[in-house]
């Protein structure tokens, strides 16, 4: 089977890009390998004779060939600028690239899927992965699928914005669509800029680790195996129209997950550190429009999709690190 992946160089590209070719599905590939892609790791991929690269932006008139040409079965769209903090800085790339790019493709997986015959169009899936941020701040409780959209920054803007056009294009065309909201995810292959990889830097390196405002804020954690396998499982079972959340209940501020890491690291003596906690860390001027909470309800994709995390919070936590120390800082 075919399947079509955006923005298969980043984090969560690389990863599920990875998943797919070990259960030797023919993944073709398509980024335009911005500051955030991991250029190592797509040069070991072309190795392998199932995984087809393209050096391409999804703003560009060329998907149109790019789609054709795979005959996917499955089209998943990844591409997008994904830091919070240079959307605050530098918008403009977010709306192009996050809105415009997303257009770009949607256009152009509507004129393929159109052409295919009865059953190919029967089997065809496109999936936008979106995020819990679409969803804004929440001061208590959890988010579900039918919750308002309340974008806080020009990244979820953009990202809440795509998921419209998405909307509109399974209302509309009838293209077969389906959105996913995933919390924030860690794992392998992240860029230094996110918190995880950012705060081991920070510790190898003996510089203090930024932490905004009070460190209070909350983030809900997925190790990206899991999100993955939820991204599966989606295409393979969830219904085309539909949305899922994807959550994993490990709800922690940012400073108690620092405290955490550090933990680990000592208990692993990957480094020593003997210091007290307030000797690594340092408080910045907190992010404009800094959102204080997220968090999901996945109800919907457990009950119908029977999908749930397999991996622990400490466990996977222990891999990411061990990844960032021995394999890439
Ligand atoms: P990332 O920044 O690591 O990777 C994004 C990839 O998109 C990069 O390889 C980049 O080169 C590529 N890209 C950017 N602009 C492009 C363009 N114009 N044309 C082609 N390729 C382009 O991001 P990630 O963490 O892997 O996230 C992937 C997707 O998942 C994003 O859409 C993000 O919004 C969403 N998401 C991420 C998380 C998370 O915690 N990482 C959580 C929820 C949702």
């Not at 590209?13 to 070990?22: S, V």
């Not at 050096?55 to 008139?61: E, F, G, H, V, W």
């Not at 939820?230 to 940012?254: D, F, M, P, R, V």
């Not at 340092?282 to 999908?307: Q, T």
């Amino acid at each position: 089977m075919n399947i079509l992946i955006f923005g298969c160089a980043g984090f969560i590209g690389i990863n599920l890009t990875h998943h797919f070719l070990k259960k030797k599905h023919k993944v073709i590939g398509v980024d335009n390998l911005t500051y955030a892609s991991n250029i190592d790791e797509i040069n070991l991929l072309k190795k392998n004779i199932n995984f087809k690269f393209f050096k391409l932006d999804i703003r560009s008139k060329q998907i149109q060939r790019i789609i054709d040409k795979s005959q996917p079965k499955w089209v998943i769209n990844l591409a997008a600028e994904s830091h919070v903090d240079n959307s605050i800085n530098n918008p403009n790339k977010f709306i192009t690239t996050n809105i415009n790019g997303l257009y770009n493709i949607l256009l152009f997986t509507e004129r393929y899927y159109k052409k295919l015959n009865n059953i190919n169009k029967k089997n065809f899936k496109f999936l936008q992965i979106s995020t819990d941020e679409v969803y804004g701040s929440l001061i208590r409780g959890s988010a579900n699928e039918n919750f308002r959209y309340n974008p806080s920054s020009p990244y979820s803007a953009s990202k809440a914005s795509a998921d419209m056009l998405v909307n509109s294009w399974n209302v509309t065309y009838k293209l077969p669509t389906i959105i996913s909201y995933s919390c924030n995810n860690f794992g392998p292959f992240q860029n230094k800029e996110k918190l995880i990889p950012k705060v081991l830097l920070s510790l190898k390196n003996s510089k203090k680790i930024p932490v905004y405002g009070n460190g209070m804020n909350k983030r809900e954690w997925i190790f990206v195996k899991d999100h993955i396998l939820a991204i599966e499982q989606i295409l393979n079972k969830g219904k085309t129209g539909n949305t899922y959340n994807i959550g994993s209940k490990n709800n922690i501020s940012n400073l108690d997950l620092i405290k955490k890491i550090i933990k680990i690291v000592k208990k692993k003596n990957y480094l020593n550190l003997d210091k007290k906690l307030s000797y690594y860390i340092e408080f910045v001027k907190d992010r404009k429009g800094h959102d204080f909470r997220y968090s999901l309800n996945c109800n919907k994709i457990k009950k119908k999709l029977s999908w749930k995390e397999k991996y622990t919070f400490e466990e996977s936590l222990e891999k990411t690190i061990y990844h960032y120390f021995f394999y890439k800082l």
